[in-house]
């Protein structure tokens, strides 16, 4: 269950410039330096991925802590709680690209035509 933050870092960045440069495909050349989104993925399946990722993670902190809470003797207190709380700082990033999001949709709304 790692989190990681450089992928996760990088992967915000393509984005952004994604929707600075429109709707439309990149130039691959024009991503940090020359570097190509390996996956290829557009917008909305980078984000369905994130989703699917930050729900297995809160699904397996919630298994482990029932599993210990039931005496498995694999498991220690520590683990469980270190689960918990990655999980829980998933879910937190997650809530903050949503409302960054929509901040920008609002804005963008808001711009007179």
């Given at each position: 269950?790692?989190?990681?933050?450089?992928?996760l870092y990088q992967d915000m960045q393509s984005m952004a410039l994604?929707?600075?440069a429109g709707l439309g495909e990149l130039n691959p050349a024009s991503l940090n330096g020359g570097q190509v989104n390996?996956?290829?993925q557009n917008f909305a399946d980078m984000l369905g991925h994130a989703l699917e990722s930050v729900n297995s993670m809160?699904?397996?902190?919630?298994?482990?802590?029932?599993?210990?809470?039931m005496g498995d003797k694999s498991l220690s207190l520590a683990d469980?709680?270190?689960?918990?709380?990655?999980s829980g700082i998933a879910f937190e990033a997650t809530i903050q690209v949503r409302n960054k999001v929509l901040e920008a949709y609002k804005t963008i709304m808001n711009m007179p035509v």
């Open positions: 269950m790692d989190i990681k933050a450089q992928s994604q929707s600075k390996p996956s290829g809160q699904l397996d902190a919630k298994g482990q802590a029932e599993r210990f809470e469980v709680m270190l689960a918990k709380e990655k």
